[in-house]
C-alpha cells in the first residue's frame, strides 16, 4: 500500500496517467513525455505514487514502439521506487509486489537500464511466480483466474516466465474468468484477462477475445485504467496479427 501521499491524490493522478498511456499506446506514432506528464500531475508526490501504481505499464509506450525513454524518465521511475519501496519481505506475503517490481526489472533492462542497486524495489531471487500455488494447475479457475489478473503488468512482450506459461496451459480458464469478470461488470480484471489472451493470439486464435475488447472498450469509456489494459491488449493482437 501506498502511504507517502494520501491515497486519494495518488489514485486521482494514477487515474489520469493511465489516460495518458493509454492514449499513447492507442495512438500511432503518439509519444509520452513521460518525465514532464509526471511532473505536470504530480501533487506532494502523487504523480511518482502513480508510476509505481502503474508499475511496468508505465514504459508500455517505450516497449510497444520501440522507442527508448529519455534519462530523466528513467530517473522518474527510479525515484518512485524510492519514494514509494516495496514491503518488506514477510512469510506468506502477497507475491504480487515481486512479480510487478520482477516486470519492472525486466522491461528497464530492454532498455540498457541496470536495477540491481536501485533502492524500493523488491527482493527478487529469480521469476517469483514460479511455483506460486494460486497460479498452480489444480487451483480452481475463479481463484486462478482473479490471481492472473492482478499480474497482468506481466504480459508484455518479451517476458516470458512462469506467470505466461500458466495463461498459455490455461487458456479455457482465462476465458472463463474473461466471462465472468464481464458479467459480473467487473471490466478492469475482464481487461486484463483480455490482455493475457492478447498476448498468444496469433498462436491460439481465440474468436471470443475481439469481440470481448470491442465491448469492454464501450463499456469502460470512463475508465482509465481499464482503458490502458484495453490499450495494451489491442496494440499486442494487432502486432501478432
Do not use: K, Y
Request: glycine residues 6%.
Amino acid at each position: 500500500m501506498l502511504t507517502s501521499s494520501p491515497p486519494t491524490r495518488v489514485e486521482t493522478a494514477t487515474e489520469i496517467l493511465a489516460a495518458d498511456l493509454a492514449r499513447a499506446v492507442g495512438e500511432t506514432g503518439c509519444a509520452l513525455p513521460l518525465a514532464r506528464r509526471v511532473a505536470e500531475i504530480d501533487d506532494n508526490g502523487s504523480g511518482q505514487g502513480a508510476v509505481r501504481v502503474t508499475g511496468a505499464d508505465v514504459l508500455a509506450p517505450f516497449l510497444l514502439s520501440g522507442r527508448v525513454p529519455d534519462d530523466d524518465d528513467v530517473a522518474v521511475v527510479q525515484a518512485s521506487v524510492r519514494v514509494f519501496p516495496a514491503p518488506a519481505p514477510a512469510a506468506g506475503a502477497d507475491p504480487v509486489w515481486s512479480a510487478r517490481d520482477w516486470a519492472l526489472s525486466r522491461v528497464l533492462a530492454r532498455f540498457g537500464v541496470d536495477t540491481s542497486s536501485w533502492d524500493g524495489l523488491a527482493a527478487i531471487d529469480g521469476d517469483p511466480v514460479t511455483g506460486l500455488p494460486a497460479l498452480g494447475p489444480a487451483e480452481p479457475w475463479q481463484p486462478w483466474a482473479l490471481t492472473l489478473a492482478r499480474l497482468s503488468s506481466l504480459a508484455l512482450p518479451g517476458l516470458d516466465g512462469a506467470a505466461r506459461d500458466t495463461a498459455l496451459n490455461r487458456r479455457t480458464d482465462l476465458v472463463r474468468g474473461l466471462s465472468r469478470s464481464m458479467l459480473r461488470r467487473d471490466h478492469l480484471t475482464a481487461a486484463r484477462l483480455a490482455r493475457w489472451l492478447a498476448m498468444d493470439a496469433a498462436q491460439l486464435p481465440e474468436p471470443l477475445l475481439a469481440p470481448a475488447v470491442d465491448q469492454l472498450d464501450l463499456l469502460a469509456m470512463d475508465e482509465p485504467r481499464t482503458r490502458l489494459e484495453l490499450a495494451i491488449a489491442r496494440h499486442m493482437m494487432q502486432r501478432e496479427s
